[in-house]
């Protein structure tokens, strides 16, 4: 089958690290994106992973392994605007993970 | 704004009646696909063209619903007798269409309401 699994909620504060994982089962493999998305509004890229390793995209990073069927949104100095969804999401086959939200406190 | 647009952005229907959706990608995009987003969910794929051929369908696209894009350009997705299930954000993006593998750009959405 295919499907995608992240942690329904993270909270985390100001200006911290916080990691978002995704981890997937599907057959084939054609990559792995991320989108944020604000409440009321339309999903909007972040990153994508084509291979292995680590994107760096400002204070958001994305990292894929394809062995071990994960990969992961890094988002650095959080700020108060980046609490939203964020959605792990599988190429060719369309198919999206079932969103983390993420509460950033003051 | 040259982003991907949707009309109505907003639907209330009774059930039973028949609504159509539609969306414009961004210019010169020749893939676009339809998406269906209920609250706290990821969106769900219904749907993509490359051009005017509709090449992929979803299990999830009942024959109640059925999507056109004539010209290759703009799409439009219909559901006929509408039920309360289908009550859902219905959410259109596009994409080059020149490499396997594309961002997609999302538009704001129409949010359905069956009553």
């Known amino acids: 089958g295919q499907s995608l699994e992240q942690p329904s909620e993270v909270t985390a504060v100001e200006g911290a690290i916080v990691q978002i994982n995704c981890t997937y089962q599907?057959?084939?493999?054609?990559?792995l994106s991320w989108y944020q998305q604000h409440d009321g509004g339309a999903p909007t890229f972040l990153s994508y992973?084509?291979?292995?390793g680590l994107e760096e995209t400002g204070r958001f990073s994305s990292f894929l392994s394809r062995s071990d069927s994960y990969g992961y949104l890094l988002l650095q100095e959080l700020q108060m605007k980046d609490s939203a969804s964020y959605f792990c999401a599988r190429g060719q086959n369309f198919v999206f993970g079932p969103g983390t939200r993420l509460s950033v406190l003051p | 704004d040259t982003g991907v647009s949707q009309n109505p952005r907003h639907k209330i229907t009774k059930r039973g009646q028949n609504v159509t959706f539609r969306c414009d990608p961004i210019s010169e995009h020749n893939r676009l696909y339809w998406y269906r987003q209920t609250l706290g969910q990821g969106p769900e794929f219904l749907t993509y063209?490359?051009?005017?051929?509709?090449?992929?369908k979803s299990r999830l696209l009942s024959d109640r619903f059925s999507a056109e894009r004539p010209k290759g350009s703009f799409s439009t997705l219909e559901i006929q007798r509408t039920e309360q299930g289908d009550s859902a954000m219905y959410l259109c993006a596009s994409s080059p269409g020149t490499s396997g593998e594309e961002t997609q750009y999302f538009g704001p959405g129409t949010r359905l309401l069956v009553l």
């Open positions: 063209f490359q051009n005017e051929a509709q090449l992929e």
């Open positions: 599907t057959s084939g493999f054609y990559g």
């Open positions: 992973n084509a291979l292995d």
